[in-house]
């Protein structure tokens, strides 16, 4: 069992839907969880950043995290084509120093909004 | 905001090439990190380091080595280049316990 799982898709949405993202990971030692949104030919950039569970609310983006279920979510209101990238969850154990404090990363959604 | 800059956006090398990826970053990031990234197989760790003169293997060290002389600067040497090397190579920065920082990554085609 991969410890981080992600749907590679690809999902097509219409501009204005919600759009949903998951990552199921297995190690219940994560503590902190992140979205990176990866443009074609680009370096992933961070998007979201939470510690531990619960919402955070940025813009037209939530990122959730429920540990119990050993699951995040990243959700977009009113997408728009400029949303139109590959999406990574990634996640580290602690936020100290040494290899606990890598981040292990899914292999990424890539989502298409059509105009 | 915090930069980091890959020396090159694409490079061919001749298979059996010794190649170098420069990476260098711009706010005195103590970890830095190596990936390459391939379809389907996502993000694969090849190095990290600490520190400097530090460096860890991660998942993929094979056919690489790394060095980092200077804390902003992270270089990944390819001892004799392969074809199954040909991918994409992001170098990240981060302070401990806060999100990476990726460059704009280095397409290296082996041929």
């Known amino acids: 069992q991969k410890e981080v799982e992600q749907d590679p898709g690809p999902l097509s949405v219409p501009e204005g839907a919600i759009v949903s993202l998951n990552c199921t990971y297995s190690?219940?030692?994560?503590?902190?969880f992140m979205w990176y949104r990866q443009y074609s030919r680009k370096g992933p950039e961070l998007l979201m950043y939470?510690?531990?569970?619960g919402n955070k609310e940025d813009g037209r983006f939530t990122a959730q995290v429920d540990k119990s279920s050993k699951y995040i979510s990243l959700f977009i209101r009113d997408s728009q084509p400029s949303d139109s990238a590959t999406y990574l969850c990634?996640?580290?154990?602690?936020?100290?120093?040494?290899?606990?404090?890598?981040?292990?990363f899914g292999k990424g959604t890539k989502l298409s909004v059509k105009p | 905001d915090v930069k980091v800059t890959q020396s090159s956006r694409y490079l061919v090398k001749r298979t059996g090439e010794k190649v170098f990826l420069e990476c260098v970053q711009d706010?005195?990031?103590?970890?830095m990190f190596w990936y390459r990234q391939d379809p389907g197989l996502g993000l694969r760790l090849i190095y990290f380091?600490?520190?400097?003169?530090?460096?860890e293997k991660g998942d993929i060290p094979e056919g690489y080595s790394v060095s980092r002389e200077k804390k902003e600067r992270f270089s990944l040497i390819l001892e004799s280049a392969s074809t199954n090397q040909t991918s994409m190579y992001l170098c990240?920065?981060?302070?401990?316990?806060?999100?990476?920082?990726f460059g704009s990554g280095t397409r290296l085609t082996v041929v």
């Open positions: 380091s600490y520190d400097v003169k530090m460096k």
């Open positions: 706010m005195d990031h103590e970890n």
């Open positions: 939470t510690y531990s569970s």
């Open positions: 990634a996640m580290m154990m602690s936020g100290y120093g040494g290899s606990q404090g890598n981040l292990i």
């Open positions: 190690n219940s030692a994560f503590q902190y």
């Open positions: 990240a920065s981060s302070q401990t316990g806060v999100g990476y920082t």
